[in-house]
């Protein structure tokens, strides 16, 4: 039986793991759950899953779920020392890391830190502080699976290969629903729009990522950072249809993909329970239903945001770090509407452009780069505000 902590239980991928935990109750066990401040829907996760602890970012929310909760066994946790708290549970055997953003940096690594095994959907601390995460985990002895749908194909093509003869990684990228837009039309696209993803049901953050390309931004340094792999061979295909999930191309000219229906049920059960594969209802896929599979180069020039991810990764240190805070703050204040579509990029690249990167020899260094690029790329926001 493996003992499960799920970072971020309450999002998308948070809940889809525990469908995954529900339907294997004779394989897993949760232990701990996180959340932000929805409390309610943390209550009623651990009524059903009775893990012996919780935590919520916000001391509020914790707060009032432990009124709520006196009486159960479970121990309530709070703030980001609560996350870590319950992130290197003694009884935790493998940590799935599914916080939206940088603030899952913290309690990923604290995981990391106590040996725990970690199932990596948050692909933000890997972008922040990628090669101090992976240094950390050869020293604690500390796999990361990788969950997130792009990088599980990329790890599963690489299984039974010899690294020194891949060629080439490529990470496909389903375009997101703003794909066939002109840059003009991209100009007035409200977050109702751009939150309407073609193909993947995903929290917000991650869907605006997607409509900008950022996603794939983020992901190239995801992949430099997991698989070990330059920057000059990571490369970007856009297919439209998420059916090919990436592909390894190696020396002699093969290239190995995974292919599967859009689910992420299905990268998050491998990475759990790696390298067995679990009997999900799935259905079948049906390649001769979908017929056509298609590929395109990306668009660079509509996607700036694809080139600043891969800029970033050349320059290294901090840049990534301050490309990823920047991305937060700047998708934030589209959600909320304070800024436009297309001011997404140009935020980001300000903050980028003002930075002087440093290396990273420590979390706090990552940290710092964090809190500045926060502060610079929310006075870009708050000059372009309407
Ligand atoms: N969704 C997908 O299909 C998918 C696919 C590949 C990779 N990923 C990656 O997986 C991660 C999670 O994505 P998601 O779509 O599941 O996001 P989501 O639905 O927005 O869920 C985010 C989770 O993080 C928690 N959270 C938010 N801010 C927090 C904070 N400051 N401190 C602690 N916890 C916080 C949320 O708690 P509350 O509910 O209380 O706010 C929620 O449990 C992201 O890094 C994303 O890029 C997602």
């Known amino acids: 039986m493996k003992q499960i902590v799920i970072l971020g239980s309450t999002g998308s991928i948070g809940t889809n793991t525990l469908d995954i935990i529900a339907q294997f109750p004779d394989q897993?066990?949760?232990?701990?759950?996180?959340?932000?401040?929805?409390?309610?829907?943390?209550?009623?996760?651990?009524?059903?899953?009775?893990?012996?602890?919780?935590?919520?970012?916000?001391?509020?929310a914790a707060a009032r779920l432990q009124s709520r909760c006196r009486d159960t066994a479970?121990?309530?946790?709070?703030?980001?020392?609560?996350?870590?708290?319950?992130?290197?549970?003694p009884e935790a055997d493998l940590v799935i890391s599914a916080i939206v953003g940088g603030a899952g940096l913290v309690p990923t690594l604290a995981a990391i830190r106590a040996g725990k095994q970690v199932a990596l959907a948050?692909?933000?601390?890997?972008?922040?502080?990628?090669?101090?995460?992976?240094?950390?985990?050869r020293k604690h002895g500390v796999k990361i699976f990788p969950v997130d749908s792009e990088h599980s194909a990329i790890f599963q093509s690489m299984e039974g290969h010899r690294r020194e003869d891949i060629r080439r990684l490529i990470l496909t990228a389903s375009g997101g629903p703003l794909w066939n837009l002109s840059r003009e039309q991209m100009q007035h696209v409200k977050p109702e729009q751009a939150l309407r993803h073609p193909n993947w049901k995903m929290g917000a953050k991650i869907t605006i990522d997607s409509a900008t390309l950022m996603n794939k931004g983020l992901e190239v340094v995801e992949a430099r950072w997991l698989f070990d792999v330059p920057a000059s061979?990571?490369?970007?295909?856009?297919?439209r249809e998420s059916i090919v999930h990436s592909l390894v191309e190696y020396r002699d000219g093969?290239?190995?993909?995974?292919?599967?229906?859009?689910?992420?049920?299905?990268p998050i059960?491998?990475?759990?329970?790696?390298?067995?594969?679990?009997?999900?209802?799935?259905?079948?896929?049906?390649l001769a239903r979908i017929g056509t599979l298609t590929f395109q180069e990306p668009d660079h020039e509509r996607f700036p945001c694809l080139g600043l991810g891969y800029e970033a990764l050349r320059i290294g240190?901090?840049?990534?770090?301050?490309?990823?805070?920047?991305?937060e703050v700047a998708v934030a204040a589209y959600l909320q509407e304070g800024i436009g579509f297309l001011e997404i990029a140009e935020?980001?690249?300000?903050?980028?452009?003002?930075?002087?990167?440093?290396?990273?020899?420590?979390?706090?260094?990552?940290?710092?780069?964090?809190?500045?690029?926060?502060?610079k790329a929310d006075s870009l926001v708050h000059a372009r505000a309407r």
């Open 254 to 266: 093969s290239v190995i993909a995974q292919l599967g229906t859009p689910d992420m049920r299905t």
């Open 317 to 327: 240190g901090t840049m990534p770090a301050t490309l990823n805070a920047a991305n």
């Open 233 to 239: 061979q990571i490369e970007v295909l856009v297919h």
């Open 122 to 137: 948050n692909k933000e601390p890997m972008v922040m502080a990628g090669q101090l995460m992976q240094e950390e985990a």
């Open 28 to 60: 897993f066990r949760v232990v701990g759950l996180t959340a932000g401040t929805k409390d309610e829907v943390l209550e009623a996760q651990l009524r059903r899953f009775k893990p012996a602890a919780v935590a919520l970012a916000d001391e509020n």
């Open 347 to 375: 935020v980001i690249e300000g903050t980028m452009a003002a930075h002087k990167p440093r290396s990273i020899a420590t979390l706090d260094d990552a940290l710092e780069a964090d809190r500045w690029a926060r502060e």
């Open 74 to 89: 479970v121990r309530i946790c709070s703030g980001v020392e609560g996350l870590a708290q319950v992130a290197q549970w």
């Open 269 to 286: 059960s491998y990475a759990m329970q790696y390298p067995e594969r679990l009997p999900l209802d799935q259905p079948p896929l049906d």
